[in-house]
């Protein structure tokens, strides 16, 4: 998922672009669920409920990284060393989740296109 590259290059020792960072990874997560969901809508019934249950949990991720970002924000200067290791395992954690959602709903894309040529 190429978009976890923003978490890799976020500074976690300045708040501010570490908050920042965090809402651009969930408002990209935010395009791929919308594009997973018109994806979900071209294929046949029993790939579709697989889809969406990931989609599903795709949404449960978005909304976990929410309310990180909202941590995060809402956390000032002195407090963000405290909580800043917490903070970057908790979004690791959901990238990571996201990630592997995300590739298993593109390799079944794939899979099932290339079914669908031959």
């Known amino acids: 998922m190429e978009e976890a590259k923003i978490l890799d290059e ?3 020792d300045h708040k501010n ?3 920042e960072a965090i809402k651009t990874f969930a408002d990209k997560l935010e395009e791929k669920i919308n594009f997973l969901k ?3 809508d071209k294929v046949e019934h029993s790939a579709k409920d697989t889809y969406n249950e990931r989609i599903e ?3 449960q991720k978005r909304e976990a990284l929410s309310k990180e970002y909202e941590k995060v ?3 000032g200067e002195n407090k963000w060393q405290e909580i800043k290791g917490e903070a970057s395992e908790k979004v690791k954690e959901i990238r990571t989740e996201t990630e592997t959602a995300y590739t298993g709903i593109r390799d079944g894309f794939s899979y099932l296109f290339g079914k669908f040529k031959n």
């Open 10 to 12: 976020a500074n976690i």
């Open 17 to 19: 672009k570490y908050e």
């Open 38 to 40: 018109g994806k979900a």
């Open 57 to 59: 949990l795709l949404k």
């Open 73 to 75: 924000k809402n956390t």
